[in-house]
């Protein structure tokens, strides 16, 4: 079984500041990792994804994420923000093996002060 | 057409009555999924269809009955809820028949309140 914590709740930041949203996995398997953002009354979307590869991985609205395997931790990052990117934040890991089962951390509420 | 579409946006209902969600996505996605979202929670899973055939369900109740006609329609019905129900049931789909790799497209919800 896999589990997922995102150790901030919340994460006030001024406009134009750097972010960091963390993220610790568990598992007894290999996991692929997953950001989805949630705007305010809509669905999620998905921001970037790690399969394999290189361990940056750069994903839409200028956001990237780092998977360090011995720390198990996949942060999201971004080095400027804006107004817009008030969401909420979730991280996401799935078993390489079988059906895709999404197991999502409790999220992050991004909120940007101008 | 690039999104998944949910019916009803909101819907009450009491706990005698049946109703059905609905979700539709013109992707040509194979797989398609139902998640409960209650409130400031993470999605939860609910059930997984592959290629039109139901290939998880995570333990839900018999009150929740899923079905998938064609490989664009997805419905919930629903039947003798209870008031803890209530929540934000997400639908999305994915192109590969549930891969593990998979991104998944999500609907904007709809909004159930039991009465």
């Known amino acids: 079984a896999q589990s997922v914590t995102q150790l901030d709740s919340q994460v006030p930041v001024f406009e134009e500041a750097p972010v960091e949203l963390r993220c610790n996995y568990s598992?007894?398997?290999?996991?692929?990792l997953f950001w989805y953002v949630q705007y305010p009354n809509q669905g999620l979307q998905l921001l970037l994804k790690?399969?394999?590869?290189?361990?940056l991985v750069k994903g839409i609205n200028g956001f990237e994420a780092e998977f360090n395997k011995s720390q198990t931790s996949f942060h999201l990052r971004k080095p400027s923000v804006h107004i817009s990117d008030t969401a909420e934040y979730f991280c996401?890991?799935?078993?390489?093996?079988?059906?895709?089962?999404?197991?999502f951390g409790q999220g992050t509420r991004l909120t940007i002060n101008p | 057409d690039t999104e998944v579409t949910q019916t009803p946006k909101h819907l009450v209902m009491g706990m005698t009555n049946k109703k059905s969600l609905k979700c539709e996505q013109h992707?040509?996605?194979?797989?398609m999924y139902w998640y409960k979202q209650k409130a400031k929670k993470p999605p939860e899973l609910m059930f997984v269809?592959?290629?039109?055939?139901?290939?998880i369900n995570e333990s839900v109740p018999s009150r929740f009955s899923p079905e998938c006609p064609n490989s664009s329609l997805l419905n919930l019905h629903l039947h003798a809820l209870q008031p803890e129900d209530s929540a934000l049931y997400l639908c999305?789909?994915?192109?590969?028949?549930?891969?593990?790799?998979?991104?998944?497209?999500f609907g904007p919800g709809t909004r159930l309140t039991v009465l």
């Open positions: 999305a789909s994915s192109p590969q028949g549930a891969s593990a790799t998979d991104t998944q497209y």
């Open positions: 598992s007894s398997v290999s996991v692929y």
């Open positions: 790690y399969l394999s590869g290189s361990t």
């Open positions: 996401a890991v799935s078993g390489i093996q079988g059906a895709q089962k999404l197991v």
């Open positions: 992707m040509g996605h194979r797989a």
């Open positions: 269809y592959s290629y039109e055939k139901l290939s």
